[in-house]
């Protein structure tokens, strides 16, 4: 590896004052570092290969899901604007919510921006602060799987805080470090391969994602973990897969209970 080049992330993209150190995990950019104070890790990613691999996610086939999926994705987020309608006591039809970041929404990337519109979605182009929506106007923003991808998550959670209206609910999901998936598998967990999920640099744990949420003017209402695994597929032999998928899925509700799932969803409270 070559040292001589700077890492795109130089410091606790939560905010923290500690400094970084190296892990022993080991990814191809590099080991992932560590933020003393909120446990935060970190990839060594030059700032030239991060944009480059961002770059892949701009495709209008991108993240269209298969038609077998839509119903376990229409479920997911059914029980998720559920979750909002009880924190906020008011009926689902009357939420006014913003999706940030998802390809849907308020989205950077002009091609897949342009995808949800022709299915006939609201969709701003470019990022939230340029979009300057009126303070206060949202009970709910749902930044799924977006936060992973920053280097300075603060601003953009600021600007939330603006948009929301007060005790309005901040929804944000993304992996999490301090599941069983990664005491297992380390840093063969597919989440932190660059190749497979573009853009990931910055990887949050509990702890971490509360203490972003109370730095950017929230308070936490939950935080879920759910599903483990132990291997990616193709990496063992198939009967190890399929043991180490019956033993991960009899590990499911467990993981719920300890907070050890790998996929982190948290439903944070504008102050
Ligand atoms: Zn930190």
Same mark, same amino acid.
């Given at each position: 590896?070559?040292?001589? !080049?700077?890492?795109?992330?130089?410091?606790?993209? %939560?905010?923290?004052? /500690?400094?970084?150190?190296?892990?022993?995990?080991? =990814?191809?950019?590099?080991? =992932?570092?560590?933020?003393?104070?909120?446990?935060? &890790?970190?990839? *060594?990613?030059?700032?030239?290969? @991060?944009?480059?691999?961002?770059?892949?996610?701009?495709?209008?086939?991108?993240?269209? $899901? $298969?038609?077998?999926?839509?119903?376990?994705?229409?479920?997911?987020?059914?029980?998720?604007?559920?979750?909002?309608?009880?924190? #906020?006591?008011?009926?689902?039809?009357?939420?006014?919510? #913003?999706?940030?970041?998802?390809?849907?929404?308020?989205?950077? /990337?002009?091609?897949?921006?342009?995808?949800? *519109? /022709?299915?006939?979605?609201?969709?701003?182009?470019?990022?939230?602060?340029?979009?300057?929506?009126?303070?206060?106007?949202?009970?709910?923003?749902?930044?799924?799987? %977006?936060?992973?991808?920053?280097?300075?998550?603060?601003?953009? #959670?600021?600007?939330?805080?603006?948009?929301?209206?007060?005790?309005?609910?901040?929804?944000?999901?993304?992996?999490?470090?301090?599941?069983?998936? !990664?005491?297992?598998?380390?840093?063969?967990?597919? @989440?932190?391969?660059?190749?497979?999920?573009?853009?990931?640099?910055?990887? @949050?744990?509990?702890?971490?994602?509360?203490? &972003?949420?109370? *730095?950017?003017?929230?308070?936490?209402?939950?935080?879920?973990?759910?599903?483990?695994?132990?291997?990616?597929?193709?990496?063992?032999?198939?009967? *190890?897969?399929?043991?180490?998928?019956?033993?991960?899925? =009899?590990?499911?509700?467990?993981?719920? =209970?300890?907070?050890?799932?790998?996929?982190?969803?948290?439903?944070?409270?504008?102050?």
């Amino acid at each position: 590896m070559d040292n001589t !080049v700077q890492p795109y992330v130089s410091t606790c993209p %939560v905010g923290c004052s /500690a400094s970084l150190t190296d892990t022993t995990l080991a =990814l191809r950019e590099g080991l =992932l570092r560590q933020c003393g104070e909120c446990g935060q &890790l970190l990839s *060594r990613i030059t700032e030239s290969a @991060y944009w480059d691999s961002m770059q892949q996610f701009d495709q209008h086939e991108f993240n269209q $899901p $298969p038609p077998r999926e839509l119903d376990r994705r229409f479920r997911v987020a059914r029980r998720r604007l559920d979750t909002v309608s009880a924190l #906020l006591e008011k009926a689902p039809a009357a939420l006014r919510v #913003l999706d940030v970041g998802c390809s849907r929404g308020v989205e950077p /990337a002009a091609n897949i921006a342009a995808a949800a *519109r /022709a299915q006939g979605l609201k969709v701003h182009t470019g990022l939230l602060a340029d979009v300057a929506l009126p303070a206060a106007s949202f009970d709910a923003i749902t930044l799924f799987e %977006v936060i992973e991808h920053l280097k300075e998550p603060l601003p953009l #959670l600021r600007e939330c805080h603006r948009v929301l209206k007060p005790g309005g609910v901040l929804v944000l999901s993304t992996g999490n470090t301090a599941s069983w998936t !990664v005491a297992a598998m380390q840093e063969r967990w597919d @989440y932190f391969d660059i190749a497979k999920d573009g853009g990931h640099i910055s990887f @949050y744990n509990p702890r971490s994602i509360a203490l &972003l949420g109370t *730095r950017a003017g929230f308070s936490t209402e939950q935080i879920a973990t759910s599903r483990v695994k132990f291997h990616e597929k193709g990496e063992v032999a198939r009967w *190890r897969y399929a043991a180490g998928k019956l033993a991960a899925e =009899l590990l499911n509700l467990p993981a719920r =209970l300890a907070s050890r799932g790998h996929d982190m969803l948290a439903f944070l409270r504008r102050n």
